[in-house]
């Protein structure tokens, strides 16, 4: 049985869809929504129609019946469970791991909101409307849990951590060679493992900078 609750399980893989999940029941835990399978199949959450799950041996009937009743505008999870709830409807990405000790002595510039979606606004990277990355943006800052590296024109990274891994939710490049000074500037703020949701054809990059991949995971997108 799938059921709606207040307080989540305590996940501490580093898996991208379970640092999503912990981020959004962190920071927006008396808002959006959460449910668990039967305790221990399955946690999901969901915020403005955005839905996470982390699937450890989930029912996947009652899991498709679920979405159904539901309707979220998407579903964010690991591509077997996708596969299995969709088929081939939905868009492939790799999610690469590192344990890697990252270290930078370069000092972000500090910027606002409106700096930062700008330099993040590259073709290749989705980003939301530019009002609601501003308000998750600033609230996630503001409490702490968000942190970004950005020098003016040239690039900018921002990650999100549960504590026990950080997510890099967003990275660009406006100069050669600036992205791996973004993400060594981003990820030396944490000491954690880190992990990375990219296309495929952004892989070579993550390689080259002590990235593995670990698993393939996907974006299903209710048609219009």
Not at 16 to 40: M, P, S
Not at 189 to 206: D, H, L, N, R, W
Request: aromatic content about 12%.
């Amino acid at each position: 049985m799938i059921s709606l609750v207040k307080e989540i399980p305590q996940l501490n893989f580093p898996l991208a869809e379970v640092v999503k999940i912990n981020c959004t029941y962190n920071a927006y835990g008396d808002i959006a929504l959460f449910w668990v399978q039967d305790t221990d199949k399955a946690v999901i959450s969901m915020m403005e129609g955005n839905m996470v799950i982390y699937n450890a041996h989930a029912n996947i009937e009652e899991l498709r019946e679920f979405i159904g009743v539901i309707s979220p505008m998407s579903v964010f999870s690991d591509s077997n469970t996708l596969t299995q709830l969709f088929g081939q409807s939905y868009h492939e990405v790799c999610v690469m791991k590192s344990e890697n000790n990252f270290k930078s002595d370069i000092v972000s510039d500090v910027l606002n909101s409106e700096k930062i979606y700008k330099l993040l606004n590259v073709k290749g990277l989705e980003l939301p409307q530019y009002e609601y990355f501003a308000v998750d943006f600033c609230h996630r800052l503001n409490h702490g849990a968000l942190k970004y590296f950005a020098i003016k024109d040239k690039c900018a990274a921002i990650g999100i951590c549960d504590g026990q891994a950080v997510l890099i939710n967003g990275i660009a490049s406006h100069q050669k060679g600036m992205g791996t000074v973004a993400l060594r500037g981003l990820l030396s703020q944490y000491g954690v493992t880190a992990v990375a949701v990219c296309e495929k054809s952004i892989m070579p990059f993550y390689l080259k900078n002590n990235f593995n991949h670990v698993y393939d995971a996907g974006y299903w997108r209710k048609k219009a």
